[in-house]
């Protein structure tokens, strides 16, 4: 059996009011006075795809140092952060997964997830191990748009192998069509949309019913028999619609999250998969297809063995843990469309040496430590000398991960001197569970958050961004350790 | 054994620039003066000096590398010139070389001369230093205050202290300092400020407020010494000699283990015993009649007392209330100003204090003149309380 043997996502803390984006905008745009309901995910200034990613991966792998069983790893995005360099290669640095791992970008439409997902089925068939599928997006939009209003951020991730199937696969199909709807040229960071009646007339009511006979076909499933019905859509009551079509109950259509967290893009359908996952029960059939470039459909079914995985945070932990953001201006900000003054301190270059980066790759991506054999104490970053009182002993340490494990707060200030995107610029020591000390950047973090003690976990940031030469540094970030809500809290956000 | 350096070497004169916003004086112009003043107060000529030994920190946006600089500045007869840079401690090491070629018998006159021109930046407070390509990849883009903040909130943690009252203690720290300040005409800082608007100040790097924070200023200051004999033999009386030089420098410790509590300076601690032995102190809070330690921040100048050990463990609050510290306290900490008022011209910290003391030693201090001090220590702390240099000078009357 082939199928989901692990799962998980990712939503940015911050949820952006959307009454607060029409308000700021109604002398110039008050046709969105009707859009001016519920909130969109909106990533940190230090969050990107390749950050969003490693967090849904860390969702779906828990705290579990072994990821050995992982054998291939691929991202899917539209909002790939590096033209060039692998941005899957640096997700797998972060999460410390070996050399041999194959890694691959997935790419240049709305369903490059699924194009990824096909890969993995087929490697596991093939037997070729476990793929970690990640998706993510970030995306750019104008101000005053109805994107801006519709769209989200987010990361999703599935694990696709044989041992332990929580949903097995059942059958998929795939309608390639260049069918421009939208599109975005190489260097360009705003997406150019075509008419919404054409798309939904011409595209998406005519593509997608297709992809999803065929796959139901494939399955040997009939429409009727779907429990949950997956299809992310901006467009006003579109799944309704297409399940219509298509024979899908009613009661099988999932919320899109659109009033939460908006569309985030190409990992949308594997992020309302992650969060149906948490619910479906043994026997259940899940129906996901998106649209993009044509349109791609998959049918799975839960199995006994769904209710033996459970993700680290899960969607709806995610869900559950947002923060409303009303300052229209930081998101502007944080999207590189408003630049607000940053003092001469913020003049500061941020070249990255590429020979100390590759020489300490361990270190800065992978949170990776030295921890001294003799000793126990823990170096960051390793050296080969430790520190031993009187006798320094040397190429005594041995790699010790500290990505997943909890520190607290030894010293810490917040200060508005430097330049820092999201002031006040937190920091401090950070002692970790079994040693280790790191003077660390703090991240979605608000004033009052962290005092000396309190319990903190990481997260992998941007660190810098160097605009002249068009870089973003990478480095873990401590964030307070924020208890998931009860079951019974979840329900009530649900 | 080591027999120390305790009286082998003697002051022979000291300079010292007004500190501040120097807008219209370049760092050459800084070091004329200072140099001016020093070997006028020595009274020799620059062919009676052996050998230099030039302080600054960031050569950046100062003079430039090397010895250079200071050479050409001061149109020394081509003698020996090399720069020392140890970040704050840079002016106090580069007197520990002087001193040492003194006494080494390497020559018989030295100059250490230090300079800082921080105000050719654009923007106030300290420009960010280079730290090599490793550390920006995963250190934080950290500034001062809120590396020093830190002891405040680890001070709190470890003595179970609410923030209030510590608050209160290092604004006392402040306004002790302004009011020395305004005493001294060469001071950046001559105003008085009361408690209130220390605690009400706008917050640079939680907990401490604008006037948490000393003065980035201009500056430069030098010192000539020589052998006590020298020394007489050029007619000088009332001597002040080096009884103790020490620096230590964090070797890791702090950050690659888990037993620093993040609460004081564990080098600090470490000079401070290692200067005690060799001035032959057995009981500094007794035996010191003066003060000029690294307020660079006013937790700063809280916690040193205690790694001076001349606080108790988590006493120090009480003594900075009690005045113990003040102008008229018992041991008076920062008579000039401290970095706090007087100013903080990196290079040159380490040898202001120095004059100070040497002032007030000498009986040369105006207004500010204690009565009879006989003993003075000088601390500085370069770098950050996790990594850090400290260096901690005794100098006193030769009858001491």
Known sequence: ?494 | MASGIKDKVAILGMGCTKFGERWNASPEDLMVEAYGEAMADAGIGPEQLGAAWFSTHMEDIGTGRGGMPMGIALRLPNIGVTRVENFCAGGSEAVRAAVYAVAAGACDIALALGVEKLKDTGYGGLPAATVGTLVPQWYPNAVGPANFAQLATAYRRKHRMDAATLKRAIAHVSVKSHANGARNPKAHLQNTVTEEQVLNAPIIAEPLGLYDCCGVSDGAAAVVVTTPDIARGLGKKNLVTVKALQVSVSNGWEMHSNQWDGSYCHTARIAAKRAYEEAGVANPREELSILEVHDCFSITELVTMEDLFLSLEGNAVKDVMDGFYDADGKIPCQIDGGLKCFGHPIGASGIRMLYEIYLQLQGRAGPRQLANPKLGLTHNLGGQPSQNVCSISIVGLESV
């Open chain 1, 1 to 494: 059996m082939v199928g989901i043997v692990g799962y998980g996502g990712y939503v940015p803390r911050l949820r952006l009011s959307r009454k607060a984006v029409v308000e700021a905008n109604s002398w110039f745009a008050p046709h969105f006075a009707g859009k001016a309901k519920g909130t969109r995910s909106m990533a940190n200034w230090d969050e990107d795809s390749i950050t969003m990613a490693v967090a849904a991966a860390r969702d779906c792998l828990g705290p579990c140092e072994d990821r050995s069983g992982v054998a291939a790893l691929s991202l899917a995005s539209s909002t790939l952060p590096f033209a060039e360099r692998q941005n899957a290669g640096v997700v797998r640095e972060a999460l410390t997964l070996g050399r041999n791992v194959e890694v691959m970008d997935f790419t240049g439409s709305q369903r490059a997830a699924l194009s990824a997902l096909s890969d993995a089925v087929f490697r596991a068939q093939a037997g070729a191990g476990e793929t970690l599928v990640l998706a993510a997006d970030n995306r750019k939009t104008r101000a005053a748009s109805a994107a801006e209003l519709d769209f989200g951020d987010g990361a999703a991730a599935l694990m696709i192998g044989r041992t332990n199937v929580l949903a097995e696969y059942l059958g998929s199909a795939t309608i390639s069509e260049d069918f421009v709807d939208h599109f975005r040229i190489a260097g360009e960071e705003i997406d150019y949309a075509w008419e919404e009646r054409w798309i939904r007339d011409e595209g998406v009511s005519k593509l997608v019913p297709e992809a999803i006979a065929a796959a139901l076909e494939n399955s040997g499933i009939a429409a009727g028999q779907i429990d949950h019905f997956i299809f992310p859509t901006c467009f006003q009551k579109m799944e309704a619609q297409l399940a219509r079509k298509c024979g899908i109950r009613d009661g099988a259509i999932v919320d899109g999250l659109m009033s939460r967290i908006g569309d985030t893009g190409t990992p949308h359908a594997l992020l309302l998969l992650a969060h149906v996952l948490e619910r479906a029960q043994p026997g259940q059939t899940i129906l996901l297809a998106q649209f993009g470039s044509g349109a791609q459909a998959f049918v799975f079914r839960v199995t006994e063995a769904s209710a033996s995985f459970r993700p680290r945070t899960g969607v709806s932990g995610w869900l559950a843990r947002g923060m409303e953001e009303a300052n229209y201006t930081k998101f502007l900000s944080f999207k590189g469309q408003l630049r607000l003054e940053r003092g001469m301190r913020g003049e500061q270059d941020k070249k990255t040496a590429l020979t100390t980066l590759y020489r300490h790759r361990e270190t800065i991506l992978g949170l990776v430590a030295g921890r001294c054999e003799i000793t126990g104490e823990v170096h960051f970053p390793p050296s080969r000398l430790s520190y031993t009182p009187g006798c320094p002993a040397l190429d005594t340490q041995r790699p010790y991960k500290l990505a997943e494990r909890i520190g607290e707060v030894l010293s810490w200030s917040a200060e508005y001197l430097s330049f820092n995107m999201a002031p006040p610029h937190h920091y401090g020591q950070i002692d970790f569970d079994g040693g280790g000390r790191i003077l660390m950047e703090f991240t979605d973090i608000s004033r009052g958050d962290v005092e000396s003690g309190t319990k903190m976990e990481m997260v992998f940031r941007i660190k810098d961004v160097d605009e002249l030469r068009g870089f973003n540094r990478y480095f873990w970030k401590a964030t307070p350790v924020r208890p998931l809500p009860s079951a019974d809290e979840m329900k009530a956000a649900e």
